[in-house]
């Protein structure tokens, strides 16, 4: 049977204002409940990946305390981990902080037991079986896989994502960035799979090339200059690409959609979080709540509609919450009016009584504000 190692690769996550400024992307709270993170971990635990690396660019105090040991996503207790990698030399130099520098830095990737890595970010949400992928891998003795999804609205979504072309045979012949021109394109999901060789390679190759080259930039190299077989696997799942504030707030409230949700979260594919143990939810007799997720030990005694209520967040009395995200331990005050807002962690909404933003123009409140 084939050793496969997972890595969770934070490097080229989006930076998305006010919400990843003190924390990186991975560490996003997302539907009141997870950590953008959770998605991907779960997928390598789902499908049976139970050596698993994070690279981390930044802000490793605040994925490690979201991932603590990493036993929730492990299997194996025994001999699976979740393990954090930082290049600490690169955070004096932020251009050479690159995820293949952080390889360098943490793993001997020669001494390593593996035969094949399956590579995926944190900010492409999906519920993606990887197994089926690394058969057809090891069926093609592909050299590098890339997983990529066909979209119709590329002219609007995914943009300055990287775009593939491929040939009849499914060899990726051209990669280059999305800047909109097109409705359809076949989109790369920054996931792919790499055999040890092939992986090896590119490590060395890196140091010829660019040392400020990224793993998929190496990739682009392979692709462009037609040195090594690149092979493209298509994903036909839903996926939520968060790389824009704008796309994060407006994907977080599309899956109160009942049937969007499903097209996410299944039934035997569960996604895995870090618990807290807090009690449920309580609702006063006043409270109004409707198409609205609301997290364990939050208090509402107002009325929220088409929002998403974090960990112990309290909603006051008179208080009316619309089209809005609220991250943990929130307080809103009496009589407050918010829609279109998203408010960060332990902030406290007491003096300023109505907040109004648009679908185009979220109103930010940076973590730990009184208003």
Request: glycine residues 6%; hydrophobic residues 40%.
């Amino acid at each position: 049977m084939s050793k496969v190692i997972g890595i969770c690769n934070l490097h080229n996550d989006p930076h998305l204002g006010e919400i990843t400024k003190n924390r990186p992307l991975a560490a996003v709270t997302f539907l009141g409940r997870y950590g953008l993170i959770d998605f991907t971990l779960s997928n390598f635990s789902n499908s049976h990946i139970d050596k698993v690396y994070v690279l981390v660019r930044k802000g490793i105090v605040a994925v490690r305390k979201h991932i603590g040991s990493g036993s929730i996503w492990t299997n194996n207790t025994k001999l699976g981990h979740v393990e954090l990698l930082i290049n600490e030399k690169g955070l004096t130099n932020k251009a050479f902080n690159t995820d293949i520098n952080n390889i360098k830095s943490g793993l001997d990737v020669d001494d390593l037991d593996f035969d094949y890595a399956v590579i995926a970010p944190g900010y492409m949400l999906s519920s993606m079986d990887f197994r089926p992928f690394l058969t057809e891998h090891v069926k093609n003795e592909a050299a590098i896989t890339c997983i990529y999804k066909h979209i119709d609205n590329a002219n609007k979504d995914y943009l300055q994502c990287d775009k593939y072309k491929l040939d009849a045979d499914g060899r990726i012949v051209k990669s280059n960035k999305n800047i909109g021109r097109t409705e359809e394109a076949d989109i790369s999901l920054d996931t792919f799979i790499i055999s040890k060789k092939a992986f090896i390679k590119l490590i060395k190759d890196s140091s010829k090339v660019s040392e400020l080259y990224s793993i998929k930039d190496m990739i682009n190299y392979y692709i462009e200059e037609e040195t090594v077989e690149v092979i493209g696997a298509e994903f036909k799942g839903y996926v939520v690409p968060i790389l824009t504030l704008e796309g994060y707030v407006s994907h977080s409230l599309d899956l109160l959609n009942y049937h969007v949700r499903n097209q996410l979260f299944f039934e035997d594919w569960p996604i895995y979080t870090t618990t807290h143990n807090t009690p449920p939810a309580l609702y006063s007799k006043d409270a109004d709540v409707q198409n609205s997720f609301i997290a364990n030990g939050a208090i509402v005694k107002g009325k929220v509609t088409n929002s998403i209520i974090s960990r112990e967040v309290v909603i006051e009395k008179g208080s009316e919450v619309k089209n809005s995200i609220i991250f943990t331990k929130t307080i809103i005050g009496k009589d407050t009016k918010l829609d279109h807002v998203l408010i960060d962690k332990n902030v406290k909404v007491i003096n300023v009584k109505k907040m109004v933003g648009s679908e185009d123009d979220i109103i930010v409140i940076s973590q730990g504000a009184i208003i």
